[in-house]
């Protein structure tokens, strides 16, 4: 189905066709083109113009570029990244998509996908691929609106001041929601409060009688609704307290999943959940107020929040046959903080089995960086982990901090520590492998899953 044609993207970014033609969708990376998309040629630590060539031999069907070579079907514009931007606007004016920004400390994408799941009971949903959340991956999941799509579910993110402002004003969501605001990025900012202050700029592009929805229960949240109230937004909380608009009454948590009573308008919602987790339970009563938002019938909305499962490296499970012994991983490798590291230990807890630990530096921590690996022992020890290996400068601070029986290692790099952890397991392990996506643990938690799942 046509995404757009020629004539509408040099309509939208105010460019010049060189010929006629229709897209798809769209890339700004030859590896991942598909044939039938627009290959956007962007200027970064690469320059996308180089690759020309190579998308038109995958398939591209026209390129929005500063310059083309002879003969490619093009959009020529002054400058290929506010081209970008200027088709996601152009999106935002001409399809009729109700658009829900999702940003948070912790947890946004996989809030972002369990809302696509939810609205897709619906009708079309459409949501922003993998974390794609940046100064590029906004204006790339807006521009691929599809005109048949009732909802567009937009994760949003930001690592400094000022950029949250910029996604907003050209995403200009109707209903948003910050889901957390913790100790994440502190590397580029002062304080925690410095992050709420970002995390609020998403009110930034949002109109006057738009909903934004907020944690009742984090302790930045005043702060962020006073400017919610300047800019005569209406404010949903959600939490466990009477006074949020969603409550959670009651909940229970079990290995594959739980189960919690909410109550919205004076109405009672049980919600089945089949990922584990309490830390699921507050991502499940953000949905809901996303709905309630939405105006959707809430118990249609809590039945579908029942599809949702983890997506790959947040906290996905394989099981596994690891020289003959029989384990269940859980893949968390995408990214850690200090709070998604305990939500991590704590849903591992619920599962029966020993349990081991392979962890990861966790990044853009600033000053307190080591105090702040130093402190995830307790946690650690209360969730029952029998042994833990740690790789990474600051995991040294971990190493020092844990009980001798539970240091099983400590390397630079997680590699190193891969023959170690499989000389270790048990029949019946659960092996959680988790850090920040940058520290390397990703790539020992793709080899379990190729040797083990190929022994099965």
Not at 288 to 298: Q, R, S
Request: aromatic fraction near 4%; charged fraction near 20%.
């Amino acid at each position: 189905m046509t995404l757009w044609t020629s004539e509408q993207i040099a309509e939208a970014a105010g460019g010049k066709a060189t010929a006629a033609f229709s897209v798809t969708g769209l890339s700004i990376d030859t590896r991942s083109l598909k044939a039938g998309d627009l290959f956007v040629a962007l200027k970064d630590s690469r320059d996308g113009h180089d690759f020309i060539p190579a998308a038109i031999q995958a398939g591209a069907a026209g390129v929005l570029t500063e310059s083309a070579p002879e003969g490619v079907p093009a959009v020529l514009v002054e400058e290929s990244s506010k081209g970008l931007e200027a088709l996601g606007v152009y999106a935002c004016e001409t399809r009729q998509a109700l658009r829900i920004g999702v940003t948070g400390s912790v947890g946004k994408t996989s809030v972002k996908d369990a809302l696509a799941v939810m609205f897709g009971a619906f009708g079309h949903a459409h949501k922003s691929i993998k974390s794609f959340n940046n100064h590029y991956g906004v204006p790339i999941t807006l521009a691929t609106i599809p005109e048949q799509a009732e909802y567009a579910i937009l994760e949003m993110g930001m690592n400094h001041a000022g950029e949250m402002s910029g996604l907003s004003k050209l995403a200009r969501p109707q209903i948003a929601l910050i889901n957390n605001v913790v100790g994440a990025h502190l590397a580029n900012f002062e304080n925690v409060e410095g992050i709420a202050d970002a995390k609020a700029e998403i009110i930034d592009g949002m109109a006057p009688g738009s909903t934004l929805i907020l944690n009742g229960e984090n302790e930045h949240t005043p702060r962020v609704r006073a400017k919610a109230e300047a800019a005569k937004l209406n404010i949903l909380t959600f939490g466990h307290s009477d006074e949020d608009d969603v409550t959670i009454v009651s909940q229970n948590s079990h290995a594959s999943g739980g189960n919690i009573r909410l109550r919205i308008a004076r109405q009672q919602i049980d919600v089945t959940l089949m990922v584990p987790g309490d830390h699921w339970f507050m991502n499940a009563a953000a949905c809901m107020a996303v709905a309630h938002a939405a105006t959707l019938p809430l118990r249609k909305a809590a039945m579908a929040l029942r599809k949702i499962s983890a997506a790959p490296g947040r906290g996905d499970t394989h099981s596994l046959n690891i020289d003959g012994k029989s384990v269940t991983l859980i893949d968390e490798s995408y990214n850690a903080n200090p709070t998604s590291m305990r939500a991590a230990f704590a849903a591992a807890a619920l599962r029966p089995g020993r349990k081991l630990a392979l962890l990861g530096d966790m990044y853009e921590l600033g000053a307190d960086e080591l105090d702040l690996h130093r402190g995830l022992a307790r946690p650690i020890e209360e969730a029952g982990f029998a042994r833990v290996f740690m790789a990474g400068e600051c995991m040294r601070m971990l190493m020092g901090a844990l009980p001798q029986p539970l240091r099983a290692g400590w390397s630079s790099k997680p590699q190193n520590l891969l023959t170690k952890l499989k000389g270790e397991l048990l029949d019946g392990d659960i092996v959680l492998i988790k850090g920040s996506n940058a520290s390397g643990v990703g790539a020992v938690a793709a080899q379990l899953k190729e040797e083990g799942s190929h022994a099965l």
